[in-house]
Nanobody, 127 residues
Framework: VQLQASGGGLVQAGDSLRLSCVAS????????????MAWFRQAPGGARFFVSA???????EYVDSVKDRFTISRDNARSSVSLQMNGLKPEDSGIYYC??????????????????WGQGTLVTVSS
């Protein structure tokens, strides 16, 4: 399974971006609709931190810093997950990675509990 993220860019504080991630490969047989999908952010030289996740039951989870500004959604028919980011702040800058987890009992916020990762898309928010 490959995850392809897109949608990053350079924006000003207060602007919006929509990130998308499409899964390809054996998604039909591997059950994309059964996976938890997530977005993580990594600043240059830093660790990868949880931003948001969505379960197969469409239950979203967000880190406190993005609540009320970001919205995660998924389209199982297209094997895709999106992250709508509004009211962007400079501290939202970083490389955004989408990830897939097959074990729904694992932690949504633990980077080590995800099985597949996309290549990342860069978001830069200027002040």
């Amino acid at each position: 399974v490959q995850l392809q993220a897109s949608g990053g860019g350079l924006v000003q504080a207060g602007d919006s971006l929509r990130l998308s991630c499409v899964a390809s490969g054996r998604t039909r047989f591997s059950g994309f609709s059964d996976w938890r999908m997530a977005w993580f952010r990594q600043a240059p030289g830093g660790a990868r931190f949880f931003v948001s996740a969505i379960t197969p039951a469409l239950e979203p989870e967000y880190v406190d810093s993005v609540k009320d500004r970001f919205t995660i959604s998924r389209d199982n028919a297209r094997s895709s997950v999106s992250l709508q980011m509004n009211g962007l702040k400079p501290e939202d800058s970083g490389i955004y990675y989408c990830a897939a987890a097959r074990d729904l009992q694992s932690s949504a916020r633990n980077v080590y509990d995800y099985d597949d990762w996309g290549q990342g898309t860069l978001v830069t928010v200027s002040s």
